[in-house]
T-cell receptor, first 111, second 115 residues
Framework: EPEVTQTPSHQVTQMGQEVILRCVPI?????FYWYRQILGQKVEFLVS????????KSEIFDDQFSVERPDGSNFTLKIRSTKLEDSAMYFC?????????FGPGTRLTVL | AQSVTQLGSHVSVSEGALVLLRCNYS??????LFWYVQYPNQGLQLLLK??????LVKGINGFEAEFKKSETSFHLTKPSAHMSDAAEYFC?????????????FGKGTKLTVNP
């Protein structure tokens, strides 16, 4: 059964460093999403991406964040200068219509 | 704006007992409703969804949920809890329009199943 994959599973970085979180969505899906879950809190929407552009973004998704689908298979989330409060589990999701399939997540720890 | 309220951050049941996890939503347009389950250190797995049609929807692992528009609710139930049901459950809503639609999640309910 096709699934969304994410790498790395755990990323530790120093405050101020750039990180890139990678996702491989399900191959025939058209819509791509990033969500995050700060420890003990609810899952929050960051950004959605369709037809090679951002279709919606939350207020969390400020200028420090960017997304890219560089090669038609990968979908990446870049945080330019990480802050302590960026520590969270980041989930990638993809969908063909309305059902979103989630990856296992990348746990980002900012020290 | 859409929102989801899950009553009870923690629910504890005995094995074999009824599971009832509550979810109320707010939406100015017809909603799509979802329940996701998250096992420890894992991602989100879709349990079931309501889009249109029958208001009682059945999902995986014996779970079901009923969409009640008049009560703006989408409670999740399972007649008999199993130890393997211990996990965190998230209710989510999205809008019935467009294609790319974000999910708005509730805060989650952690289910504990006691032997």
């Amino acid at each position: 059964e096709p699934e969304v994959t994410q790498t790395p599973s755990h990323q530790v970085t120093q405050m101020g460093q750039e990180v890139i979180l990678r996702c491989v969505p399900i191959s025939n899906h058209l819509y791509f999403y990033w969500y995050r879950q700060i420890l003990g809190q609810k899952v929050e929407f960051l950004v959605s991406f369709y037809n090679n552009e951002i279709s919606e973004k939350s207020e969390i998704f400020d200028d420090q964040f960017s997304v890219e689908r560089p090669d038609g298979s990968n979908f990446t989330l870049k945080i330019r200068s990480t802050k302590l409060e960026d520590s969270a589990m980041y989930f990638c999701a993809s969908s063909y219509d309305r059902e979103q399939f989630f990856g296992p997540g990348t746990r980002l720890t900012v020290l | 704006a859409q929102s989801v309220t899950q009553l009870g951050s923690h629910v504890s049941v005995s094995e074999g007992a009824l599971v009832l996890l509550r979810c109320n939503y707010s939406s100015s347009v017809p909603p799509y409703l979802f329940w996701y389950v998250q096992y420890p250190n894992q991602g989100l797995q879709l349990l079931l969804k309501y889009t249109t049609g029958a208001t009682l929807v059945k999902g995986i692992n014996g779970f079901e949920a009923e969409f009640k528009k008049s009560e703006t609710s989408f409670h999740l139930t399972k007649p008999s809890a199993h130890m393997s049901d211990a996990a965190e459950y998230f209710c989510a809503v999205s809008k019935v329009q467009g294609g790319s639609e974000k999910l708005v999640f509730g805060k989650g309910t952690k289910l504990t199943v006691n032997p």
